[in-house]
T-cell receptor
């Protein structure tokens, strides 16, 4: 079974600082993907970044990067130079080619302060 | 670009009533999903479909039914609404599962009183 765990219900960071959101997962699949989605107050789900499990290199998208530790089944999101617009819920998710389910964690509410 | 469209955006139901949440996508995606989002509980998968005529249960299917007669539409039916079904419901679609991005609708806030 796929499971995704986010152990930080809430985080806060000051503008321009760096923050790291944690995620651990469990899967019996060999070919899987991991995602971070952002949900601002508008409720719209927005893909932030994704990581293919077969790639050792950590994915990066501008100010967003991940630390993918496959053996530890850990997938953390680092947000650099935090901006007020980063205030949102952040969800970690996993999917695989062999199962058809996209499973989400419980989310981390991030507040960026000026 | 419409993407994934959900209707209605808000609804209040009385206990025991039934309703259908509509979901339509115009991206010709094979995969479609229904999630519910409860406060502090993240998104739970209710049902999913890998193509027209094929549906399967997710993590929390009880109290819901779905159908997929076309690629575009994936309605979610609530029979005999209960207060425990008060939640925000999201429909999503993707070209396939695995590494492709899932696109979400704006959500339906449902309250059962």
């Amino acid at each position: 079974a796929q499971t995704v765990t986010q152990s930080q219900p809430e985080m806060s960071v000051q503008e321009a600082e760096t923050v790291t959101l944690s995620c651990t997962y469990d899967t019996s699949e060999n070919n899987y993907y991991l995602f971070w989605y952002k949900q601002p107050p508008s409720r719209q789900m927005i893909l932030v970044i994704r990581q293919e499990a077969y790639k050792q290199q950590n994915a990066t998208e501008n100010r967003f990067s991940v630390n993918f530790q496959k053996a530890a089944k850990s997938f953390s999101l680092k947000i650099s130079d935090s901006q007020l617009g980063d205030t949102a819920m952040y969800f970690c998710a996993s999917g695989s080619y062999n199962t058809d389910k996209l499973i989400f964690g419980t989310g981390t509410r991030l507040q960026v302060f000026p | 670009n419409a993407g994934v469209t959900q209707t209605p955006k808000f609804r209040i139901l009385k206990i025991g009533q039934s309703m259908t949440l509509q979901c339509t996508q115009d991206m010709n995606h094979n995969y479609m999903y229904w999630y519910r989002q409860d406060p502090g509980m993240g998104l739970k998968l209710i049902y999913y479909s890998v193509g027209a005529g094929i549906t399967d249960k997710g993590e929390v299917p009880n109290g819901y039914n779905v159908s997929r007669s076309t690629t575009e539409d994936f309605p979610l039916r609530l029979e005999l609404a209960a207060p425990s079904q008060t939640s925000v419901y999201f429909c999503a679609s993707s070209y396939r599962t695995g590494g492709t991005e899932a696109f979400f609708g704006q959500g339906t806030r449902l309250t059962v009183v």
